[in-house]
């Protein structure tokens, strides 16, 4: 079994210090080097706006400065990375503030892109228009439904908006059988979020996830042949062996990590699988900024399913059981 090198660690850590920005830095550092959740949150509070959501480019592919729902979303999946679950923390009481008083918002809950981020930099599926979002679904609703009703008051207004979004992504689960493969991504945040917040019987999570197994099965790219382009590759709903989806995808996981392990490039780290058609200067940077993304994201990877070496480190934390 190919694991990844000590000195192949080594050079990636080397990388991340080099050209991740400070949050992305202080996310390897809370992961591999026993960096605390609080330096994390100092990052991510420069991505804060006054109105308690998210924008800055905190979404490499999107440069808005202005708070919108997805990229406050962005912040919701950090807070779950590093273990804030107390719904008294400040962030978490914030995002719920913003996401009561949001105006992007529509049938399908709040808006995947929204009009501001075509003034800026950007990805081009960020830029705003109606259809995109009708296309895009529950894709920012579904992680941000289910951390309302992890984390609100269910006596309040934002909760009982957050159970009726949840009872039509449902419903549009069981009328239409399909949904596009981001927006099934969120639908497993969703399920995870209300399965902790006991609401199994509301939303019939067995049934959930049943179907979104399926589904999963038929997203997953198997032909490693087109995984340099962007695909669906098994660690875009598989980060674990304890994940629901993995049963049954062990061999096409065990591909990807190999396919990991010899797919580095010359700088130590991983190219990205997309790039922008316009603002060639800004995509020059955010690719970077990917970069250290999908570092973290392979690492953290390689050492769950123990393809790291194991070395022992009073500093570092990298080390496997396997």
Same mark, same amino acid.
């Given at each position: 079994?190919?694991?990844?090198?000590?000195?192949?660690?080594?050079?990636?850590?080397?990388?991340?210090?080099?050209?991740?920005?400070?949050l992305d830095l202080a996310r390897w550092q809370y992961h591999f080097e026993k960096g605390s959740a609080e330096q994390v949150l100092q990052a991510l509070?420069?991505?804060?706006?006054?109105?308690?959501?998210?924008?800055?480019?905190?979404?490499?592919?999107?440069?808005?400065?202005?708070?919108?729902?997805?990229?406050?979303?962005?912040?919701?999946?950090?807070?779950?990375?590093?273990?804030?679950?107390?719904?008294?923390?400040?962030?978490?009481?914030?995002?719920?503030?913003?996401?009561?008083?949001?105006?992007?918002?529509?049938?399908?809950?709040?808006?995947?892109?929204?009009?501001?981020?075509?003034?800026?930099?950007? !990805?081009? =599926?960020?830029? +705003? /228009?109606?259809?995109?979002?009708?296309?895009?679904?529950?894709? $920012?609703?579904?992680?941000?439904? %289910?951390?309302?009703?992890?984390?609100?008051?269910?006596?309040?207004?934002?909760?009982?908006?957050?159970?009726?979004?949840?009872?039509?992504?449902?419903?549009?689960?069981?009328?239409?059988?399909?949904?596009?493969?981001?927006?099934?991504?969120?639908?497993?945040?969703?399920?995870?979020?209300?399965?902790?917040?006991a609401l199994n019987g509301r939303y019939n999570c067995d049934e959930l996830a049943v179907r979104l197994q399926e589904l999963v099965n038929d997203a997953?790219?198997?032909?490693? !042949?087109? =995984?340099?382009? +962007? /695909?669906?590759?098994?660690?875009?709903?598989?980060?674990?062996? $304890?994940?629901?989806?993995?049963? %049954?995808?062990?061999?096409?996981?065990?591909?990807?990590?190999?396919?990991?392990?010899?797919?580095?490039?010359?700088?130590?780290?991983?190219?990205?699988?997309?790039?922008?058609?316009?603002?060639?200067?800004?995509?020059?940077?955010?690719?970077?900024?990917?970069?250290?993304?999908?570092?973290?994201?392979?690492?953290?990877?390689?050492?769950?399913?123990?393809?790291?070496?194991?070395?022992?480190?009073?500093?570092?934390?990298?080390?496997?059981?396997?």
């Open positions: 079994m190919s694991k990844l090198s000590i000195e192949d660690f080594q050079e990636i850590r080397c990388w991340m210090y080099r050209n991740a920005r400070p509070e420069a991505y804060r706006n006054r109105d308690k959501g998210f924008g800055h480019a905190l979404d490499a592919d999107n440069w808005n400065p202005n708070s919108s729902p997805y990229t406050t979303g962005i912040a919701v999946a950090i807070l779950h990375e590093i273990g804030i679950a107390d719904a008294h923390h400040p962030q978490i009481t914030g995002i719920l503030a913003y996401l009561e008083h949001c105006e992007p918002f529509s049938e399908q809950g709040w808006l995947f892109t929204i009009p501001s981020n075509s003034d800026f930099p950007h !990805a081009p =599926w960020y830029t +705003y /228009s109606e259809q995109n979002n009708i296309d895009n679904g529950f894709h $920012a609703t579904a992680g941000l439904a %289910g951390f309302i009703l992890k984390f609100a008051d269910p006596s309040s207004g934002l909760y009982t908006r957050a159970l009726a979004l949840g009872d039509k992504m449902m419903d549009k689960l069981r009328k239409s059988g399909q949904l596009e493969s981001h927006e099934l991504g969120g639908y497993a945040t969703f399920l995870r979020d209300v399965e902790s917040a997953i790219e198997r032909d490693p !042949a087109k =995984w340099p382009v +962007y /695909s669906m590759r098994p660690s875009m709903y598989i980060s674990s062996a $304890a994940s629901i989806f993995y049963k %049954g995808n062990e061999e096409i996981m065990e591909k990807e990590l190999d396919y990991i392990l010899h797919s580095r490039t010359g700088e130590g780290v991983w190219d990205i699988m997309w790039n922008w058609a316009d603002y060639p200067n800004a995509f020059a940077v955010a690719e970077n900024w990917w970069k250290a993304n999908w570092a973290i994201h392979n690492v953290l990877l390689l050492r769950e399913f123990g393809r790291i070496e194991v070395y022992v480190n009073p500093i570092l934390t990298f080390t496997s059981s396997s």
